[in-house]
């Protein structure tokens, strides 16, 4: 029932870097892990980054790992994807979500932010 805001995206030349700030209501997450995944149109949801919100551990797709790094601050609320290297197969809309279990499914998605990375 967290409500979920990415923000951040935009137009990006290839090689380019962006930000994207996952930002929730209330004071805190209060959850096992915060994810961003992608979707580029006609394309399934992708998994990009994870993160567990008490012990920051991380976990990245084979496809952005060295380029991209999850990070939070306990403090803001805020999860953030720092992305760097971009590539015109990074373009799509990127959502966070969250999870309360280990295997529970992700939920609560944002509206998403659009990145695109021209050729």
């Known amino acids: 029932q967290v409500q979920l805001v990415e923000s951040g995206g935009g137009l990006v030349q290839t090689g380019g870097s962006l930000r994207l700030s996952c930002a929730a209501s209330?004071?805190?997450?209060?959850?096992?892990?915060v994810g961003w995944f992608r979707q580029a149109p006609g394309k399934e949801r992708e998994f990009v980054a994870a993160i567990t919100w008490s012990g920051g551990t991380t976990d990245y797709a084979d496809s952005v790992k060295g380029r991209f790094t999850i990070s939070r601050d306990n403090a803001e609320n805020t999860v953030y994807l720092q992305m760097i290297s971009l590539k015109p197969e990074d373009t799509a809309v990127y959502y966070c979500?969250?999870?309360?279990?280990?295997?529970?499914?992700?939920?609560?998605w944002g509206q998403g932010t659009q990145v695109t990375v021209s050729s």
């Open positions: 209330g004071r805190t997450f209060r959850s096992y892990a």
């Open positions: 979500a969250v999870k309360y279990g280990r295997f529970a499914d992700f939920g609560s």
